[in-house]
């Protein structure tokens, strides 16, 4: 049964980066047709979906974020990482990683199939 | 920035039906399938509903999905108070090349 994790600060500063990672256990991040993504829900509000990434390291961003994110892989360590610059209190969020399963067919793809879900991380952005 | 539009709040009594509502565009909805997910407080959201009907292993058919036009909806029926939680739908957006998610609905069982 594949489980993720988020790590990182809880508390980033004004201006600065907010870097997280997500683990992967119970299964390879490198095995099966999955991407892997960001997601993150500021308190009592929606969700919004950030970015997200392919084993192979292409990468696919929400382009209201597009300028200050990067998501990376590390198969190695079967994690994947999300980087958010220049922060201000409206970053203030929880954010989750999840699996998203490519959902092709007709020579489309859909989704987002997002199972599993991290448990969530709250990062505040605060001075 | 919600491109998905649903309303704020559903309720029902035990064992009725709640029909909640997921308005897009033909940029999402109108070309693509929905999704759809349960959030419990306090917990990460869980897939309810895959390709605008269908239901993953071990989700009660209580539940059902469909599409029509640029809209979308999730039913669910024989309400029980473990339904109580914010329902998202979700899509891709062709325009926006991303996905999108809804607005959400607070469902809760009176």
């Known amino acids: 049964q594949v489980q993720l994790q988020e790590s990182g600060p809880g508390l980033v500063k004004p201006s600065q980066t907010l870097s997280l990672t997500c683990t992967v256990s119970g299964g390879s991040i490198s095995s099966g047709s999955y991407y892997w993504s960001w997601i993150r829900q500021p308190a009592g509000k929606g969700l919004e979906w950030i970015g997200r990434?392919?084993?192979?390291?292409?990468?696919k961003y929400n382009p209201s974020l597009k300028s200050r994110v990067t998501i990376s892989v590390d198969t190695s360590k079967n994690q994947f990482s999300l980087r958010l610059s220049s922060v201000t209190a409206a970053d203030t969020a929880v954010y989750y990683c999840?699996?998203?399963?490519?959902?092709?067919?007709?020579?489309?793809?859909?989704?987002?199939?997002?199972?599993?879900w991290g448990q969530g991380t709250l990062v505040t952005v605060s001075s | 920035q919600s491109v998905l539009t649903q309303p704020p709040s559903a309720s029902g009594t035990p064992g009725q039906r709640v029909t909640i509502s997921c308005s897009g565009s033909r940029s999402n909805i109108g070309s693509n399938y929905v999704y759809w997910y349960q959030q419990i407080p306090g917990t990460a959201p869980k897939l309810l509903i895959y390709r605008n009907n269908q239901r993953p292993s071990g989700v009660p058919d209580r539940f059902s999905g469909s599409k029509s036009g640029t809209s979308a909806s999730l039913a669910i029926s024989g309400l029980r108070s473990e339904d109580e939680a914010d329902y998202y739908c979700a899509a891709w957006d062709d325009s926006l090349s991303g996905y999108v998610f809804g607005t959400g609905t607070k469902v809760t069982v009176l």
């Open positions: 990434i392919y084993t192979s390291g292409s990468t």
């Open positions: 999840a699996r998203d399963e490519l959902d092709c067919s007709g020579g489309s793809c859909y989704g987002p199939l997002f199972d599993p």
